[in-house]
């Protein structure tokens, strides 16, 4: 598929996410118990068992070079060329209230930059694998690894934009984010990681998010680039493992370019 990044290490990413998906499903809408980590966000058994299995066929499969960053279970070797990024559930308010739009997020960075994303969404179907240099593509409803492109939009007023809760900003990040919300045609909340596929496949234009770890973007930029849209903190810089949590998605270069200076401005 690509020169640059090993078929290999593509093959394991999807290896990754047809694990993942029966262990989730095994739990999804039953009647699991809900615990809430140090930063008040739930946490499952099947959160933490899914990222176990991911950890342990990496362990087996991956080169012992490799590092491995996953939110349940921290990190490794994250010094390493290569790090793989896990989000077994992304998601999980969602995946506890019964609601299919949880994901989990595989990425591989090479040198702390995102080169390979999947975002596999087990409940609906739907899968979405993204590689540096190559068009991103699409698995489920009748798509068996299509080609995806983001769609033009016109400027921010004829944006529809996605986030996954106002409650995720801290004050000053809400105050910007509702400038980009007045500026847009509507806005969606509730989203999680489906809204990233959505602006990937064509049909959302604008996602403004905050409060988030490399596990919960590095995926998404991947697909995003590789479906022609563009993706990147608030301050307009390319997403890494050090980035400092903001993201600003669009399938749009000039909505993009809209959003980005209401969010970046004081």
């Given at each position: 598929m690509n020169g640059v990044i090993d078929q290999g290490f593509i093959d394991l990413a999807l290896k990754l996410a047809d694990?993942?998906?029966?262990?989730?499903?095994d739990y999804f809408r039953t009647n699991l118990a809900v615990e809430r980590k140090d930063d008040a966000s739930p946490v499952t058994i099947a959160d933490r068992e899914t990222e176990t299995v991911l950890r342990e066929i990496l362990t087996a499969?991956?080169?012992?070079?490799?590092?491995?960053?996953?939110?349940?279970?921290?990190?490794?070797?994250?010094?390493?060329?290569?790090?793989?990024?896990?989000?077994?559930?992304?998601g999980t308010r969602a995946f506890v209230n019964g609601i299919p739009l949880f994901g989990t997020l595989i990425a591989l960075t090479q040198n702390g930059a995102p080169v390979l994303g999947v975002i596999d969404h087990p409940a609906l179907g739907e899968r979405w694998l993204g590689v540096a240099g190559a068009p991103s593509l699409h698995w489920g409803r009748g798509?068996?690894?299509a080609p995806v492109r983001s769609r033009p939009c016109g400027?921010?007023?004829?944006?529809?934009?996605?986030?996954?809760?106002?409650?995720?900003?801290?004050?000053?990040?809400?105050?910007?984010?509702?400038?980009?919300?007045?500026?847009?045609?509507?806005?969606?909340y509730g989203t999680d990681c489906y809204a990233y596929a959505?602006?990937?496949?064509?049909?959302?234009?604008?996602?403004?998010?905050?409060?988030?770890?490399?596990?919960?973007?590095?995926?998404?930029?991947?697909?995003?680039?590789?479906?022609?849209?563009?993706?990147?903190?608030?301050?307009?810089a390319a997403l890494t493992l050090e980035s400092p949590g903001s993201v600003l998605a669009a399938g749009d270069a000039r909505v993009h370019a809209s959003a980005l200076e209401l969010l970046s401005a004081a």
């Open positions: 694990a993942s998906g029966p262990v989730i499903l499969e991956a080169p012992p070079t490799h590092g491995i960053l996953g939110e349940e279970h921290g990190g490794e070797r994250l010094d390493a060329e290569y790090v793989w990024v896990l989000d077994p559930i992304d798509d068996t690894g400027g921010l007023d004829q944006a529809l934009l996605c986030a996954t809760s106002p409650e995720m900003f801290s004050p000053d990040q809400l105050s910007r984010f509702e400038r980009v919300s007045a500026g847009a045609r509507d806005t969606r959505m602006v990937a496949s064509g049909q959302t234009d604008l996602v403004a998010e905050a409060g988030m770890q490399p596990y919960d973007y590095l995926a998404h930029a991947v697909v995003v680039t590789g479906a022609g849209g563009i993706i990147t903190d608030w301050q307009g």
